[in-house]
């Protein structure tokens, strides 16, 4: 798995690339406990995620809460459509704002 | 690792198994629980000699690891050890248990067996219906770890008093499994979901699903004789594991996500007002008789699981091989934390026992007098606002309707309802006397025990058995799908197929089939107690006969939606039918004695004349009214009149004086094809009404304005 963050329009965007599972989902938690900036909405940018099993779906619902917690919003950006259905099928889709790519997130 | 001193010490390993970090565990809960850094595994046996828990990665044929409990990790008869370092999410697991195998005296160890957690919460194995296991695998159903995370946003059970339910009863596959159904993922929990509003606008407030505990449908699979289908466990009345639901119900199952899709099912059909009831199957499991497989309990511990022969044999008071020891206080134990687990981690609303009456045995058979499986659960403290509703009988011979020891909790499918309606609707002789009693909630079954109106679920049909259509379209059941040669179920139908057997272009007959499907649930609906529908019956599904397609997942056995808009007359009268009935609470009191209005008892009988029923055995014509005060004005008196003609010719009823102040209204008409149902509920002033051949009329009461 890849993980890098940047800037865009205002949002610290956290790109993933590579599948989300229990194998590699500490990655994605300990870069988001140290990588994420106070005050910045964040945007999840998961255009290069084919996959997420549960752990990885219960990790963005963690996310979800840490996001909360630092009172910034938080968005899901390309997500997989297979992904998306299992997300809404499961009841994890509701939580989140979605958006289908990163140019298409409002300037925050 | 270097640990922060302030970690707990109980989150340290204490010893080394085959390279893998353990300590001690704890023996309860039973099962596999998260444990800090570990996961705690707790396994029961009273015969067993020794254990060894066995490690998978998901879907592995090997496993990666065997651990041997310690003998100083065992506490009583259970063995129970934290192991660290797991990686919950891709972990299968099972047990190995030492032990004798001798079977005369009840034991049957087998260490080369991987065994089933009978309390796993999540199995995997079978993830995708239908799809063909590996027959040679050595541990085909496995236990996984489920999280127990969910977030219910503030969603709880509904608590609806009993007397207001109306029970839908669905096969969760079949509900939804058909094209037709316009489901995106048909057959599955969340079709299910996808099926809410439309469950919403028929007006039902409870579903009960037939089992959804994990099971094999392709237990007992084979193909029919003649036509090379494949025959499945389709119903699904045999339970692999109890804590778990079934995965191939799961439109996520194949990503082991069945038990997140299955809550979202719940969490949604409480939003919409609407509980669930879990038909259960705790009489027996899927491990058969001495020559079934061996997958759980039989290796853990055949003797306290199971009702032995004194030569340890399998008694088979369920009709499918073995039978659940449910009054061994161990198995006592494991019922009452499954149906706990499910009230408090899955927000369940009731139950539905299947063949309750094996619950009520002791460990040789015998019937108790007051068996302490059902005490407890009447009395339990996190099942204390579920619904527990018992088939009241078994395939022991053993027949409880009315006499089920109830501990003043418990319901009961009213199977005496049932045949009583059938007959009634069909024109048998000598009903009425019985209808009487049915319509008010059958107190002639539970008054004398103190029960209430609402113990009585009241059904003409259920998933055993014809439904409504076929009930009028079929003299004989027809299962040759079954490749049974028509031998399986019931010949007890007491149906009338109205002048044709099956399909039928007449005009005369199919009219009157229609009718009569109208009139079935005008009874059902204007009857105190629980009414219950089968799924598809408001709009006249058929399963062309067949009055048992437990074996069937084909178009016979799926809901076809179609009908919706080909039967939508009866479709709208069964939608206003229990709109009326939410509406008027004097079809819904759930006290045999009532409060009687100055004017009017609160339940009472009429014929052609007012207040003169004919109870003689040639009549077919009964009419009740029913009243009850409303409780927020006492002023005013709900009042509903239901008259009943199944007779083949018209027949005159002279109407109750209604009380001064109040008019008539006429509701409904099954006789008028044109307009059974009237919305606007218009006055009626004409002292008395014909009634059509085979029809019911329903009236209210009001002031006049």
Same mark, same amino acid.
């Given at each position: 798995m890849e993980l890098s963050k940047s800037i865009i329009q205002g949002w610290q965007a956290i790109h993933v690339s590579g599948q989300v599972d229990s194998k590699t989902v500490a990655e994605l938690r300990e870069f988001i406990d140290t990588k994420l900036d106070e005050g910045l909405p964040v945007a999840l940018d998961m255009e290069g995620v084919p996959f997420m099993s549960s752990a990885g779906l219960r990790t963005l619902l963690i996310l979800h809460r840490r996001t909360q917690d630092m009172g910034v919003l938080l968005a899901l950006v390309g997500i997989a459509s297979e992904i998306a259905d299992t997300m809404k099928v499961t009841g994890f889709y509701d939580y989140f704002t979605i958006h289908p790519n990163l140019e298409s997130l409002p300037p925050a | 690792m270097i640990r922060s001193l302030t970690d707990r010490i109980d989150s340290l390993p204490t010893d080394e198994i085959g390279g893998f970090k353990v300590r001690p565990g704890k023996p309860l809960p039973f099962g596999v629980c998260h444990a800090p850094n570990g996961l705690n595994f707790s396994i029961y046996t009273s015969a067993g000699t020794a254990c060894t828990l066995v490690l998978f990665r998901r879907g592995e044929a090997q496993p990666f690891a065997e651990l041997p409990f310690p003998t100083n990790y065992r506490i009583g008869d259970v063995f129970c050890m934290v192991v660290f370092g797991l990686d919950d999410e891709d972990l299968e697991y099972g047990y190995r248990i030492d032990g004798p195998f001798d079977p005369a005296a009840g034991h049957r160890f087998d260490s080369t067996k991987v065994l089933m957690d009978p309390y796993a919460r999540q199995i995997a194995g079978r993830d995708v219906w239908g799809e063909e296991p590996d027959w040679q695998g050595t541990y085909p159903y496995r236990a996984r770890v489920s999280f127990d995370d969910f977030d219910w946003e503030g969603e709880g059970p509904l608590e609806i008093a009993p007397e207001n339910l109306v029970i839908?009863?669905?096969?969760?596959?079949?509900?939804?499994?058909?094209?037709?159904?316009?489901?995106?993922?048909?057959?599955?929990?969340?079709?299910?979901?996808?099926?809410? #509003?439309?469950?919403k606008e028929l007006g039902v407030n409870a579903i009960e699903l037939m089992p959804i505990y994990e099971f094999d449908e392709f237990e007992n699979s084979r193909?029919?004789?003649? /036509?090379?289908?494949?025959?499945?466990?389709?119903?699904?009345?045999?339970?692999?594991?109890?804590?778990? #639901?079934?995965?191939?119900?799961?439109?996520?199952?194949?990503?082991?996500?069945?038990?997140?899709e299955f809550k979202q099912l719940i969490k949604s059909l409480h939003k919409a007002g609407i509980e669930v009831i879990l038909d259960v199957v705790f009489n027996h499991t899927a491990e058969g008789n001495d020559q079934g497989p061996t997958l759980s309990f039989k290796g853990l511990d055949n003797k306290t699981y199971y009702m032995l022969t004194p030569q340890g044999y399998y008694f088979n008071f369920s009709g499918t091989g073995n039978t659940l020891n449910c009054n061994n206080p161990v198995v006592r134990s494991l019922v009452l934390d499954c149906l706990r687990y499910w009230a408090s981690e899955y927000h369940i609303d009731g139950f539905r026992f299947d063949l309750a009456s094996i619950l009520g045995r002791d460990p040789w058979g015998a019937p108790l007098s007051n068996p302490p499986l059902l005490e407890s659960l009447a009395f339990d403290p996190i099942l204390s606002s579920c619904k527990l509703i018992a088939e009241a009988w078994d395939a022991g011979g053993l027949y409880q309707v009315g006499s089920f020891p109830a501990f003043g909790r418990w319901g009961e499918w009213n199977g005496k309802y049932r045949d009583c309606a059938r007959r009634y609707l069909k024109g048998d002789d000598g009903m009425v006397g019985?209808?009487?009693?049915?319509?008010?909630?059958?107190?002639?079954?539970?008054?004398?025990?103190?029960?209430? #109106?609402? /113990?009585?679920?009241?059904? &003409?049909?259920c998933h055993d058995g014809f439904t409504l259509a076929d009930l009028v379209s079929f003299n004989g059941k027809h299962n040759e799908a079954n490749g049974e040669s028509n031998r399986?179920?019931?010949?007890?139908?007491?149906?009338?197929?109205?002048?044709?057997?099956g399909w039928s272009d007449d005009p005369g007959i199919l009219t009157l089939r229609k009718r009569q499907m109208m009139n079935a649930m005008a009874i059902l609906l204007t009857s105190r107690g629980i009414p219950m529908i089968l799924m598809g019956d408001e709009f006249g599904r058929s399963q062309h006969g067949n009055n048992n397609a437990y074996c069937l997942d084909s178009a016979i056995s799926w809901v076809d939606w179609g009908l919706l808009e080909s039967n939508a007359d009866l479709y709208r009268v069964v939608k206003a039918l229990i709109h009326f009935r939410k509406e008027h609470l004097a079809l819904r009191v759930n006290n045999f004695d009532? &409060?009687?209005?100055?004017?009017?008892?609160?339940?009472?009988?009429?014929?052609?004349?007012?207040?003169?029923?004919?109870?003689s055995d040639q009549s077919r014509q009964l009419a009740w009214m029913m009243a009850a005060r409303e409780p927020n004005n006492p002023l005013s008196t709900d009042i509903v009149y239901v008259a009943t003609n199944m007779a083949h010719y018209a027949s005159w009823f002279t109407l109750p004086d209604p009380p001064p102040t109040y008019q008539w209204h006429l509701c409904f008409n099954t006789g008028d094809q044109n307009q059974p149902v009237h919305h606007d509920q218009p006055v009626f002033e004409d002292s008395g009404l014909l009634l059509g051949e085979r029809s019911v009329v329903i009236l209210t009461a009001s002031i006049v304005p």
């Open positions: - | 839908y009863e669905a096969h969760v596959r079949g509900f939804t499994r058909s094209e037709s159904s316009g489901c995106k993922h048909p057959g599955t929990y969340a079709a299910l979901v996808e099926k809410i #509003p439309y469950l193909l029919h004789p003649d /036509t090379g289908q494949r025959l499945y466990n389709f119903w699904g009345y045999s339970t692999v594991g109890f804590f778990a #639901p079934k995965a191939g119900y799961a439109a996520t199952g194949r990503f082991g996500m069945q038990v997140d019985e209808l009487a009693q049915r319509v008010q909630g059958s107190p002639d079954l539970y008054r004398h025990s103190g029960r209430s #109106p609402a /113990t009585s679920v009241n059904f &003409i049909t399986d179920g019931g010949d007890d139908n007491h149906s009338w197929n109205c002048g044709a057997e009532g &409060i009687p209005n100055e004017h009017l008892p609160c339940c009472s009988f009429h014929g052609n004349q007012p207040w003169q029923p004919d109870w």
